[in-house]
């Protein structure tokens, strides 16, 4: 019974929907393989599909003005403007903290060039890996009172860091690049210590001094305690407590019985927007790439915790998230451990309600993101291929749940009001 859900339930490898031929024109041989079947999607499903949803268009917007800003030297203009949206709190339409889009287009093009020359994971040895960071620092000490400045060169720092790194286990990591990664992270912990967050009411620099704990080895109490301090800063952004769960984890600095002390600990705080939704927030990245994090979940108190954050926030860019994990991300991983994979079933089947009752519309980068896990630091070549996947997987998905409906020689049409079938 449980391998027969099993396979029911893994939707990304046991379609029967495939690509449209200009999809699949997109995509390698081996991800048509698995779209393999007799009807394409938009033979039975209407439902609009937004190559860059509002919310993706807003961060675009500002990211932008952040790094024209930059490439004009207008830096106390740009520091004017950080520090107002983070005092207001000032967030995109989705919910994304403006300071934080600003700050990324302010670095974007100093971090994309050691990015670049970084690509093969070994750079040429005129690669001008230092050209840009160093004009930065050049940069700070004509501003040296200014947080805001200093913000953006320890980001770019940290950014670089993870350049130099990369994604994998520390073991994996070259000896020079993981010296790279430690000395930059170093840098960007000497320039942001002068500067509390909480001192100074900003959740961005709070944010900043929390990443930093990557690049460190203490397993104390401090991490759980900062983020804490920042979640209740800006309690709105659930990115941080997204990014507190994943650092709970064995293989940062926590412990499974940290991790389930701060999710609950979270929703407790959190009550009040949030509903149970910070526990499932915690927990949102990390039970996606840790099989005994999983395994350990109320699953229950999880699944509430979904359906209290849609309530909180009933708008497309959260509706598409959510489906999107539990139709594509939590997947990931399925078949090690049969406890977890018990759990990620459960997880899986919000996807029905999720779609049915919420879901309008499709924003196919996010879908995308799900496929490969939320991982930041994935390298995306082709932005129109990353979305045709994207796109892929979202009407695959949808259709998975009408199934039924499909095969009796219904088709779907998704409206502002929801979905309604009608005779193929």
Known sequence: ?????????????????????????????????????????????????????????????TQ?????????????????????ADRERETTPGGMPVPDLLLFGARADVVHAVEHALLDGIPPKDAP????????????????????????????HIDIAWAWRGAGWDATVPKPNRRAF?????????????HCGIELDSPALAAARCALFA???????????????LIDLDPANHRHMRAMGNHLLPRWFG??????????????????????????????????????????????????????????RPDQEMANLLSAYCAVAIHHGMGANERADLNRIRIAECAKWLIRDHLTEVYPLIWAHAAEGFDNNARITSVSRFAARGKADALQAICEQFREDIEAGQCVTFTPEGPELHPA
């Open 1 to 61: 019974m449980f391998k027969k859900a099993l396979r029911g339930l893994t939707l990304r490898s046991n379609s029967t929907y495939p690509l449209t031929p200009e999809e699949a024109e997109q995509l390698p041989a081996r991800t048509v393989a698995r779209y393999a079947g007799t009807r394409c999607p938009e033979d039975v499903l209407s439902i609009p599909v937004h190559e860059q949803s509002p919310e993706q268009a807003a961060r675009f917007e």
């Open 215 to 229: 690049g460190q080895q203490r397993t104390d109490r401090r991490l759980a305690d900062e983020y804490e301090d």
């Open 129 to 156: 890996l230092l050209d840009g960071i160093a004009a930065y620092e050049t940069l700070r000490l004509e501003h040296p009172n200014d947080p805001m400045i200093a913000l953006i060169v320890a980001l770019s």
């Open 64 to 84: 932008n003005r952040g790094q024209f800003l930059a490439r004009q030297e207008r830096w106390a203009e740009l520091s004017d403007e950080v520090r107002r």
């Open 255 to 312: 412990t499974y019985q940290d991790l389930e002390l701060e999710a609950r600990r979270t929703a407790a705080r959190t009550q009040d927007l949030w509903g149970h939704g910070g526990y499932a927030w915690v927990y949102f990245d990390a039970i996606a790439v840790d099989d005994e994090a999983c395994a350990l979940l109320d699953v229950e108190f999880f699944v509430d915790g979904l359906r209290d954050i849609m309530k909180a």
């Open 182 to 194: 430690t000395a930059h992270m170093q840098r960007a912990d000497e320039l942001l210590s002068p």
